[in-house]
Nanobody, 119 residues
Framework: QVQLVESGGGLVQAGGSLMLSCAASGSGFSIDAMGWYRRAPGKQRELVAS???????NYADSAKDRFTISRDNAKNTVYLQMKSLKPEDTAVYYCNVNGYYGLIYTDYWGQGTQVTVSS
């Protein structure tokens, strides 16, 4: 079993910055890709950014040039640095981790952290 603990959400004014962190713990799990998703009120959950085990990153168009995803493999932690935040970035942000338990490929979700951007 893998547990994901997220931190770093909060209330920020438009134009401000926040850093989200997600630490994965659990034995026997080989982490592959890590990523962040978000769900805004009344909308479906969407990918914000992901990073592969090799460090390749992928961003939603809305996140490009403002958000940076990174990972620390030694700490099994993924980060999302968010800058120039906009009110439309307001959402619950979820960490997602993919990987292998033996030959089984599966994924886990964090509990979510609220990000609120005021205008």
């Amino acid at each position: 079993q893998v547990q994901l603990v997220e931190s770093g959400g909060g209330l920020v004014q438009a134009g401000g910055s926040l850093m989200l962190s997600c630490a994965a713990s659990g034995s026997g799990f080989s982490i592959d890709a890590m990523g962040w998703y978000r769900r805004a009120p009344g909308k479906q959950r969407e990918l914000v950014a992901s990073v592969s085990s090799g460090g390749r990153t992928n961003y939603a168009d809305s996140a490009k040039d403002r958000f940076t995803i990174s990972r620390d493999n030694a700490k099994n932690t993924v980060y999302l640095q968010m800058k120039s935040l906009k009110p439309e970035d307001t959402a619950v942000y979820y960490c997602n981790v993919n990987g292998y338990y033996g030959l089984i490929y599966t994924d886990y979700w964090g509990q979510g952290t609220q990000v609120t951007v005021s205008s």
